[in-house]
Nanobody, 125 residues
Framework: VQLQASGGGLVQAGGSLRLSCAAS????????MGWFRQAPGKGREFVAASKGNGGSTYYADSVKGRFTISRDNAKSTVYLQMNDLKPEDTAVYYC???????????????????WGQGTLVTVSS
């Protein structure tokens, strides 16, 4: 499975961006899709995830109410709509995929088998 993330850029605080991640998986609808981010000098952290087969969505507390994950199974693409961005959202954002995840592991980056190349989001104050 290959993942291609896009949509990053420079935005002012309070602004919005939408990230996209296109997947090559033919059975995309069965995959759990996740977004993670890594800020400079920090470890990678969970942002949001969408379970496959019409399952639930999950968010980190730090982005709940501001970010929305969605997917278009017909296009094999997952999106991350980011609103009310803050300087602390500055990071490289990665999309990830796996088709065997259990719900309790959905926030664990080590459980995802497939990763995109990352897209940089910079939020200026």
């Amino acid at each position: 499975v290959q993942l291609q993330a896009s949509g990053g850029g420079l935005v002012q605080a309070g602004g919005s961006l939408r990230l996209s991640c296109a997947a090559s998986a033919r059975t995309f609808r069965t995959f759990t899709m996740g977004w993670f981010r890594q800020a400079p000098g920090k470890g990678r952290e969970f942002v949001a995830a969408s379970k496959g087969n019409g399952g639930s969505t999950y968010y980190a507390d730090s982005v709940k109410g501001r970010f929305t994950i969605s997917r278009d199974n017909a296009k094999s693409t997952v999106y991350l709509q980011m609103n009310d961005l803050k300087p602390e959202d500055t990071a490289v954002y990665y999309c990830a995929a796996d088709n065997r995840l259990i719900t309790s592991s959905i926030r664990d980056d080590e459980q995802y088998d497939y990763w995109g190349q990352g897209t940089l989001v910079t939020v200026s104050s």
